[in-house]
């Protein structure tokens, strides 16, 4: 069975410095992973994704996430966090070989930025 | 023009009652899903349709009733409402040819019962 596990429920960081949240997954084939955003009361966006290829992925709003295989992780970085940037963060996992395309989300990680 | 629209945004409601919300996608997608974020934030699949066929089928009471009526739409009615049915509702969709795995969802259905 896939899973996803986000290890920081919440994280503080002042506003112009770097971040990074982290992603564990457990799947059987080659995953398809993705980082979600969600901004207070709105639907879930997504920053960036990784299916294959380059291990280091860009996404909008600054954010990069690199995939290690052998740590089964995706996390997430950011060099320097706008206070914008405060919102909740779901990293998941899928694959092509999932009943049909089903996603399995981490429990999310909230992110605090101090002026 | 948003791509993934539900309404309503907010239902309040006594336990026992029954609703229904109602999600539209623009994006010319052919598979739809609805989610459930509990008060902690976790986000879990309920169902899925692709092309007005149910794919997923979560552990979900069956006082909750998907229905596609066209691949642009997906509606949940929840029947007998329970209080800890309160909760927020996503919509979303997604390719299914060539699955990429990205999902656009609404803004969410906010559900409370009383």
């Known amino acids: 069975a896939q899973s996803v596990t986000q290890p920081d429920i919440h994280i503080t960081v002042s506003e112009g410095a770097s971040l990074e949240l982290r992603c564990n997954y457990s799947?059987?084939?080659?995953?398809?992973l993705f980082w979600y955003v969600q901004s207070p009361g709105q639907g879930l966006q997504l920053l960036l994704k990784?299916?294959?290829?380059?291990?280091l992925v860009q996404g909008i709003k600054g954010f990069e996430a690199e995939f290690k295989r052998s740590q089964s992780s995706f996390n997430l970085r950011k060099p320097s966090v706008h206070w914008s940037d405060a919102a909740e963060y779901f990293c998941a996992v899928g694959g092509k070989d999932t009943n049909a395309g089903k996603s399995t989300f981490g429990d999310g990680t909230t992110l605090t930025v101090k002026p | 023009d948003t791509a993934v629209s539900q309404t309503p945004k907010y239902l309040v409601t006594q336990m026992g009652n029954d609703k229904s919300i109602k999600c539209e996608q623009n994006l010319g997608h052919d598979t739809m899903y609805w989610y459930k974020q509990d008060s902690k934030k976790f986000l879990k699949i309920m169902f899925s349709?692709?092309?007005?066929?149910?794919?997923i089928n979560e552990t979900v009471p069956n006082r909750f009733s998907p229905k596609s009526p066209d691949k642009a739409h997906l509606n949940l009615h929840i029947n007998s409402l329970e209080l800890g049915d309160s909760a927020v509702y996503f919509c979303?969709?997604?390719?299914?040819?060539?699955?990429?795995?990205?999902?656009?969802f609404g803004e969410g259905s906010r559900l409370t019962v009383l």
């Open positions: 349709y692709n092309n007005k066929e149910l794919i």
């Open positions: 799947y059987g084939a080659t995953p398809y």
């Open positions: 990784y299916f294959s290829g380059d291990t």
């Open positions: 979303a969709s997604s390719r299914s040819g060539g699955w990429t795995g990205e999902l656009f």
